[in-house]
Structure formats: structure tokens, C-alpha cells
T-cell receptor
Framework: GQNIDQPTEMTATEGAIVQINCTYQTSGFNGLFWYQQHAGEAPTFLSY????GLEEKGRFSSFLSRSKGYSYLLLKELQMKDSASYLCAVRVGDDKIIFGKGTRLHILP | GAVVSQHPSWVICKSGTSVKIECRSL??????MFWYRQFPKQSLMLMATSNEGSKATYEQGVEKDKFLINHASLTLSTLTVTSAHPEDSSFYICSAREGGGGYTFGSGTRLTVV
């Protein structure tokens, strides 16, 4: 079966740093995505990791360890607009993406 | 960048009727399209994968006779919810992929069945 775990909710303060963890156990692995989703909107792409290590893109960084089945998304210098759900998703096989349940991030002023 | 247009953005229908949702890739050829369903405060659940010109592959537990998917061209896929019931009320999102490229999501359709 496919299992992708991430915390349901997190709270952080504006200007701070937050790390959202994701662990996965899937049949097949061809990469891991992080998406941001605001309520009632489609997900927007943040990052894609296929090799172990850290990928940095502005305020957002994503890390992957394939041997541990583990990834995290790091958000720096948090802004109020970062309040959203963050979805960890694994590409299995050639095409299919399976999503975790998402982490709702609340930013406090 | 790649754009996927999804229509309608919201629809209200009566119980027992059918609703069609369209997903178009505007500037690329979508060889594969995916349909997801998302209930409030839940994540996206993959319903089916469709390749142009062939039958869709449905995920376990998704009724293929209730959720009809047609991917007749490289730029258009449709999802028809047949004999809709209130429990089908959800947010439906499509995603399209061009060959070995990235995944582009549509803007979603909020379906309410009354």
C-alpha cells in the first residue's frame, strides 16, 4: 500500500522558520513533491526532489533522504501569506502522484 | 508556463442529475491527465489516470460507471459525475502532464449536489 505521513497542523510566528516533515512508505518511488494549497484553490508547485539532499529555492528549501523515506520542507522568514496547507506527494511508477493528507500551517503575527 | 483550464469553477446540481467537468491544456499536449477529489480539510485523493485515446485507469474504490472519464484529444479531458448525490459534493481537480514533463493543475471545480 501507499502511506504518506505529515503533521495535520502547525503554528509558527511571522518572521520565524518552520520545518514540515513528511515520511513515506510507497510501492515505487520516482521523486517527491511539495505543493502549497490555499483554501478552495488548486495546489501550486513548490519543489521536487528525486536525489538525496537539500534543494534551496528562495525562502523555501526541501530535503530528501530516500534511504529513510523522509523529506522536509523548510520555510524561512515566514510571512502571513504563507498560511496555507502544504502537501507532500510522492511520484510512484511513471506517472502517478500520491498525496499526503497535508499540513495546515497557521502563521501568527 | 504550462496552463490548464478547468471549467466550471463551481456548479450546483440537483440530486440524480449528471455534471460534466472539463479540463483543457492550453499551451501543451497533455498525454496524461489525472483527476483528483478533495473533501474539506482533506488532501487530494487520486480518482483516475487517463491517457489520450485509451480507457482511464481508476483507483481502488472509485466507481468507473459513476465517474466517467473521457480523454479524446491531447488537450481535453472530461469527468462526468453521473446520477450525482449529496455525498459526491466535493472539490474536483485535474492535473495534466506532457510526456516526461511536470504536472500542471487546473483551478478546480467545486461541486455541490442538493
Amino acid at each position: 500500500g501507499q502511506n504518506i505521513d505529515q503533521p495535520t497542523e502547525m503554528t509558527a510566528t511571522e518572521g520565524a522558520i518552520v520545518q514540515i516533515n513528511c515520511t513515506y512508505q510507497t510501492s515505487g518511488f520516482n521523486g517527491l513533491f511539495w505543493y502549497q494549497q490555499h483554501a478552495g484553490e488548486a495546489p501550486t508547485f513548490l519543489s521536487y526532489n528525486v536525489l538525496d539532499g537539500l534543494e534551496e529555492k528562495g525562502r523555501f528549501s526541501s530535503f530528501l533522504s530516500r534511504s529513510k523515506g523522509y523529506s522536509y520542507l523548510l520555510l524561512k522568514e515566514l510571512q502571513m501569506k504563507d498560511s496555507a496547507s502544504y502537501l507532500c506527494a510522492v511520484r510512484v511508477g511513471d506517472d502517478k502522484i500520491i498525496f499526503g493528507k497535508g499540513t495546515r500551517l497557521h502563521i501568527l503575527p | 508556463g504550462a496552463v490548464v483550464s478547468q471549467h466550471p469553477s463551481w456548479v450546483i446540481c440537483k440530486s440524480g442529475t449528471s455534471v460534466k467537468i472539463e479540463c483543457r491544456s492550453l499551451d501543451f499536449q497533455a498525454t496524461t491527465m489525472f483527476w483528483y477529489r478533495q473533501f474539506p480539510k482533506q488532501s487530494l485523493m487520486l480518482m483516475a489516470t487517463s491517457n489520450e485515446g485509451s480507457k482511464a485507469t481508476y483507483e481502488q474504490g472509485v466507481e468507473k460507471d459513476k465517474f466517467l472519464i473521457n480523454h479524446a484529444s491531447l488537450t481535453l479531458s472530461t469527468l462526468t459525475v453521473t446520477s450525482a448525490h449529496p455525498e459526491d459534493s466535493s472539490f474536483y481537480i485535474c492535473s495534466a502532464r506532457e510526456g516526461g514533463g511536470g504536472y500542471t493543475f487546473g483551478s478546480g471545480t467545486r461541486l455541490t449536489v442538493v
